[in-house]
């Protein structure tokens, strides 16, 4: 069945220190991946997607299939990354599953 | 301009009654999505609408679950005889085009409590 697993649900850094958010996927297809973020008393939005290949407000990630894994990096966290990251698949070019979410907390 | 709107924000429902949910996507929006969010998930997928057309309502969890959007715009989302697990944030989200691999902008959620 087609799995996304955010093994972390709490994450707390260092303003200034790297951040990693975890994300692995199962999925025996060709996967889509996205990384969608919700600040605090704001809506979900759509942060950055694998197809896309950029850097949004810092963050990059990078689809490894050997590992089924798309984590979320970072290299100097900032107070306003503060916030709820959820890592999604789309499979079949239908279905797009969410993982449970992982909130970030950077500290001063 | 404005983006999905959702009401109410928040309903509080004895178990039993029947609720609608509203969701008002970005106009000119083909795709609409429904999403049901448990305390401390993700989002998960309840139905699609594109335009009218309800092409998936694989995720939704039992009969009890109806949604609607006959002009293609405003959609609805009823639960009938509400139970205690049905309580959960519910996600409205729509796109641009027809295919599920564009951008989905999502609303604010109605929080639904049942008792």
């Known amino acids: 069945a087609q799995r996304v697993t955010q093994p972390e649900k709490l994450l707390s850094v260092f303003k200034g220190a790297p951040v990693e958010l975890k994300c692995n996927y199962s999925?025996?297809?060709?996967?889509?991946l996205f990384w969608y973020v919700q600040y605090s008393r704001q809506r979900l939005q759509l942060l950055l997607r694998?197809?896309s290949r950029e850097s949004i407000k810092g963050f990059t990630a990078d689809l490894n299939k050997g590992e089924t894994s798309f984590h979320l990096k970072k290299p100097f966290a900032q107070e306003e990354d503060s916030a709820m990251y959820y890592c999604a698949l789309l499979y079949n070019n239908n279905d797009m599953r969410f993982g449970a979410g992982t909130r970030l907390t950077v500290k001063p | 301009g404005a983006g999905v709107s959702q009401s109410p924000r928040y309903k509080v429902a004895k178990r039993g009654q029947d609720v609608a949910l509203r969701c008002d996507p970005i106009s000119g929006h083909v795709s609409l999505f429904w999403y049901q969010q448990a305390l401390g998930q993700g989002p998960e997928f309840l139905t699609y609408f594109q335009n009218e057309a309800q092409l998936d309502k694989s995720g939704l969890p039992s009969d009890r679950f109806f949604a609607e959007r006959p002009e293609g715009s405003v959609s609805t989302l009823k639960i009938q005889r509400t139970q205690q697990e049905d309580s959960a944030v519910y996600l409205c989200?729509?796109?641009?085009?027809?295919?599920?691999?564009?951008?989905?902008?999502f609303g604010p959620g109605t929080r639904l409590l049942v008792l």
């Open positions: 989200a729509s796109s641009l085009g027809g295919t599920r691999k564009e951008t989905q902008y």
């Open positions: 694998h197809i």
């Open positions: 999925y025996s297809g060709s996967p889509e």
